[in-house]
């Protein structure tokens, strides 16, 4: 589905369904913008847009977007690649995929999504087990200049990231700092969130 566009005195607000995946940010953070029911359920006159960009910017997927005279969304300081606990992949960085330049992912790491390669919320429904908290290296490299970021979801097989990146746990602490990454995304991988081939013997198709 393409982006909806809600169009208000001061700001106007997109929203793209297929890359929402429910996390509920923008109603707990603006309920009187973001409204649980009622049609639209997007006021953007509903609150300062000061405010509402706040609360755009905690959108993890990208399925919000907000624009308003004299203000744009920040460029990343950091590319990071945040592993949540059985979960997926939660990107905010200066990212090209699939010639987008965009700001805020969310990837699937089960491998279960029919919305490949973004999160559906599949993970619940299939029970997937994946911690968040994955060992760090033990040698750090010093954090790259963040540039551009660029995820290619590789044929039947990981995500090929390339650009300055952090590989953080969900806590927050660096997993790893590179230049390069192959990321799981069948689910099977022994070195989650790493890919280490296993996609190939399970058969993954994505």
């Keep these: 589905m393409a982006d909806k566009t809600y169009e208000g005195k001061r ?14 940010e ?14 639209p359920w997007i006021d953007p006159d509903g609150a300062d847009p000061s405010v509402i960009a706040q609360v755009v910017s905690r959108c993890p997927s990208g399925a919000l977007h907000m624009q308003a005279e004299g203000m744009q969304e920040p460029v990343a300081v950091r590319n990071i690649v945040r592993v949540n606990e059985n979960g997926p992949l939660s990107v905010r960085a200066q990212l090209n995929m ?46 790259s200049p963040p540039g551009e970021l660029s995820v290619t979801p590789t044929e039947n097989g990981p995500f090929h990231v ?45």
């Design 26 to 39: 923008c109603i707990m953070g603006a309920p009187e913008v973001f409204k649980e029911s009622g049609k």
């Design 98 to 143: 699939a010639g987008d330049t965009v700001t805020r992912r969310v990837l699937c790491r089960c491998g279960a999504t029919s919305n490949q390669p973004y999160c559906d919320g599949s993970h619940r429904q299939v029970g997937f087990q994946a911690t968040g908290e994955p060992p760090s290296d033990h040698e750090l490299d010093a954090p």
């Design 11 to 24: 700001a106007s607000i997109s929203f793209d369904l297929e890359k929402c995946i429910h996390s509920r």
């Design 162 to 206: 390339t650009g300055g990146l952090e590989v953080v746990a969900a806590s927050g602490r660096v997993v790893r700092r590179c230049s390069e990454a192959w990321l799981c995304r069948c689910g099977h991988s022994s070195d989650k969130p790493f890919c280490d081939g296993t996609h190939e013997k399970v058969g993954f198709k994505g």
